[in-house]
T-cell receptor, first 113, second 111 residues
Framework: EPEVTQTPSHQVTQMGQEVILRCVPI?????FYWYRQILGQKVEFLVS????????KSEIFDDQFSVERPDGSNFTLKIRSTKLEDSAMYFC???????????FGSGTRLTVV | SQQGEEDPQALSIQEGENATMNCSYK?????LQWYRQNSGRGLVHLIL?????REKHSGRLRVTLDTSKKSSSLLITASRAADTASYFC???????????FGTGTQLKVEL
């Protein structure tokens, strides 16, 4: 069964540092997403990406966030200057089409200290 | 108001019983999906029901959709301890490009 792979599984970083979360979506999927889940809270949409550009982003996805698809397989989320409130589980997902089911990765637990 | 409110927030049942979770949403949708999340893990897609469908089955799962009431239910029949997890409904709106998740139901199935 194809899967979405996320690395690292856990990242601890100092406040103010930059982090890059990495994802390898399913190879024939065209749509990519980042979500986050603060401990005990709901899963929140951050950004969707299609055809090498952002197709939609939430109000959470401000200037400190960016996404990139640097090659044919990786999809990254960069947080430029981390804050304590960025501590959360970050999930990458991909889908074949814009309205189908998503396949999620296992997540990266980001802890900002 | 939130797109995707679920009830109950928590449900505890005995193995072998059926579990029913409900989801209500606010805006018109293209489809509604249910996902499962084991503690601290990723989300697993369970089933998708389109706005023109009323009921769908997959194994022990049965999903209904009532677009007039903007609600859906997920029924898990003959539950097992391994079904213990959080279950989320998520919607894709008509012109939308993203899944919006509900608040989730924590299901505990006891032996």
């Amino acid at each position: 069964e194809p899967e979405v792979t996320q690395t690292p599984s856990h990242q601890v970083t100092q406040m103010g540092q930059e982090v890059i979360l990495r994802c390898v979506p399913i190879s024939n999927h065209l749509y990519f997403y980042w979500y986050r889940q603060i401990l005990g809270q709901k899963v929140e949409f951050l950004v969707s990406f299609y055809n090498n550009e952002i197709s939609e982003k939430s109000e959470i996805f401000d200037d400190q966030f960016s996404v990139e698809r640097p090659d044919g397989s990786n999809f990254t989320l960069k947080i430029r200057s981390t804050k304590l409130e960025d501590s959360a589980m970050y999930f990458c997902a991909s889908s074949e089409g814009p309205t189908g089911g998503y396949t999620f990765g296992s997540g990266t637990r980001l802890t900002v200290v | 108001s939130q797109q995707g409110e679920e009830d109950p927030q928590a449900l505890s049942i005995q193995e072998g019983e059926n579990a029913t979770m409900n989801c209500s949403y606010k805006t018109s949708i293209n489809n509604l999906q249910w996902y499962r999340q084991n503690s601290g893990r990723g989300l697993v897609h369970l089933i998708l029901i389109r706005s023109n469908e009323r009921e769908k089955h997959s194994g022990r799962l049965r999903v209904t959709l009532d677009t007039s009431k903007k609600s859906s239910s997920l029924l898990i029949t003959a539950s097992r301890a391994a079904d213990t997890a959080s279950y989320f409904c998520a919607t894709i709106t008509g012109g939308g490009n993203k899944l919006t998740f509900g608040t989730g139901t924590q299901l505990k199935v006891e032996l």
